[in-house]
């Protein structure tokens, strides 16, 4: 079951036994906790509600708000330059919009143009080329053969 090798006396190892190093404890200084006592004795007030019972405590005072800063005053003309940046910046791009507009239109409406001729075109082409005035049903074919035999034959 075991390979050949371990069926001979195990070699003695040496052994290295590790022990963990405590870690001192962290130093706490300790102060002494010195009471002290408050410079200015808030007031107690008393209410009697209206069912007999005493209700005894301290007065709260609503805390203060600090003072709030005044804002330095921007001149009426730093503000008239700033919003006439804003619209000049406004128009131009609407104007670049519209442009874009108009030529993408332009494009467009040229399309259907070319379009419409290509449709219209064709349709007249049937129309001229097509064999509905002929009786014979063969149509212009018939015609362009005629006219190239009439051309080679020599009459005499």
Request: contains cysteine.
């Amino acid at each position: 079951m075991y390979p050949d090798h371990t069926h001979h006396a195990p070699a003695e190892r040496a052994v290295a036994v590790h022990q963990p190093t405590p870690i001192p404890p962290a130093a706490t200084i300790t102060a002494p906790v010195v009471p002290v006592q408050p410079t200015v004795l808030p007031t107690v007030a008393s209410v009697v509600l209206p069912d007999g019972r005493v209700v005894t405590g301290y007065a709260v005072h609503p805390a203060q708000p600090e003072p709030v800063t005044p804002k330095p005053t921007v001149s009426r003309a730093a503000v008239n330059v700033a919003l006439g940046g804003i619209g000049f910046l406004a128009v131009c791009g609407g104007l670049l919009l519209l442009t874009s507009f108009i030529a993408a239109l332009t494009a467009f409406i040229s399309q259907l143009i070319t379009l419409a001729a290509v449709i219209f075109g064709g349709w007249i082409a049937i129309q001229v080329l097509g064999s509905s005035g002929h009786r014979s049903g063969t149509g212009t074919t018939v015609n362009i053969r005629k006219a190239v035999i009439k051309r080679n034959h020599f009459h005499g």
